[in-house]
């Protein structure tokens, strides 16, 4: 699937924002974006080889859409209009290592841009869904970690796009993985990870 660029909401539901409050300094409620290169996607079927030696990978399981463009200023009551695709992915993170960056005032891409860091599920066509009323799932291995609502966003779909075009004109293909909720946890060689969502499908990755 083509992917121009891979913007990512950081921060965007409370309840994971208080659970990574232990981790790393205290966190402030500001929406976070950063970008991955588009190199970092991994499809369906392909293999997660998790990076070794830079401590624990996380799964972060987000609503992903990807856009038709739309440029500069969007308004966000037109911002919907923009979307193409959506699906479901995994922004991995390097936590102790994102920990240890942030600490020190560094930048995040060695935690957050690493090779294979965004798996991404197929793009079904963005028609009638209501994106703040979308339930998926993250289980590893069989197990629930992740049960997400979309509703529970602090910035809506919409207001990211808005957000965004105020500083990049977007264009086709560009993709924005829209935050995680709580339950984020550590992915072992072997684990089996697995996205569900009634509304986008089910979609699976192998861990090495
Ligand atoms: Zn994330």
Redesign the pocket.
Known sequence: MPVNRIF?I?KNYAAHVRELAHLGPPDDGDCVVFIKPASCVIEEGEPIVLPRGHGVVHH?A?LVVSLTGGGRDIAEDEALDCVAGITLGL?LTLRELQTRLRAQGRPWELAKAFDGAAPLGDFKPFLDHDLQDIDFTCHVNGVLRQHGHTRKMLYSVARQIHLLSQTWSLEPDDVI?T??PEGVGVLHPGDRITLSSPALGTFSWQCE
């Open positions: 990512c950081g972060e987000e922004d993985f935050g995680t």
